[in-house]
């Protein structure tokens, strides 16, 4: 049995606006999670940023404040050799800077006694930095 033109008319409006309050209700859905994601976003790059400098990675520039970390000893085989200043031995892969925000290299090792531990620093070959361009006493951060 066949359905009227105007209620058929009438069904297909209905299953129309369905589908367009569904399309709708979706996007909803969509904008909301892509707001949520873009804070969650922008908190980690936050989060990400901040442990670059503190645990190591990947380089995105100086920090804003330098803390002197050691104190350049020798250089041996191409390698920066230091004493660390302070209680605050820097981490394996740490960006390591001259006082004036030169990138030098990464943090390579970490050795010696608790009580006076030294630290071993590649130099970054996209610088050009040289380990032997180093003088006993040069403060590194």
Same mark, same amino acid.
Request: net charge negative; hydrophobic share 50%.
């Given at each position: 049995?066949?359905?009227?033109?105007?209620?058929?008319?009438?069904? /297909?409006?209905?299953?129309? #606006?369905?589908?367009?309050?569904?399309?709708?209700?979706? #996007?909803?859905?969509?904008?909301?999670?892509? @707001?949520?994601?873009?804070?969650?976003?922008?908190?980690?790059?936050?989060?990400?940023?901040?442990?670059?400098?503190?645990?190591?990675?990947?380089?995105?520039?100086?920090? @804003?404040?330098? /803390?002197?970390?050691?104190?350049?000893?020798?250089?041996?085989?191409?390698? =920066?050799?230091?004493?660390?200043?302070?209680?605050?031995?820097?981490?394996? /892969?740490?960006? =390591?800077?001259? @006082?004036?925000?030169?990138? =030098?290299?990464?943090?390579?090792?970490?050795?010696?006694?608790?009580?006076?531990?030294?630290?071993?620093?590649?130099?970054?070959?996209?610088?050009?930095?040289?380990?032997?361009?180093?003088?006993?006493?040069?403060?590194?951060?």
């Amino acid at each position: 049995m066949a359905l009227p033109q105007e209620v058929a008319v009438e069904v /297909a409006s209905a299953v129309v #606006a369905v589908a367009l309050v569904a399309v709708v209700a979706v #996007a909803a859905v969509v904008v909301a999670v892509s @707001e949520v994601s873009n804070i969650k976003l922008k908190n980690l790059k936050e989060q990400l940023t901040y442990h670059c400098f503190v645990i190591g990675g990947y380089n995105m520039g100086p920090p @804003e404040r330098l /803390a002197v970390v050691a104190e350049v000893t020798h250089d041996c085989e191409g390698v =920066i050799v230091g004493m660390v200043k302070g209680n605050a031995v820097p981490l394996l /892969a740490r960006m =390591i800077w001259t @006082e004036n925000k030169q990138l =030098i290299g990464k943090v390579e090792d970490v050795f010696g006694p608790k009580h006076a531990p030294g630290i071993a620093v590649t130099p970054d070959t996209n610088t050009g930095v040289k380990a032997e361009s180093f003088k006993t006493g040069d403060k590194v951060s």
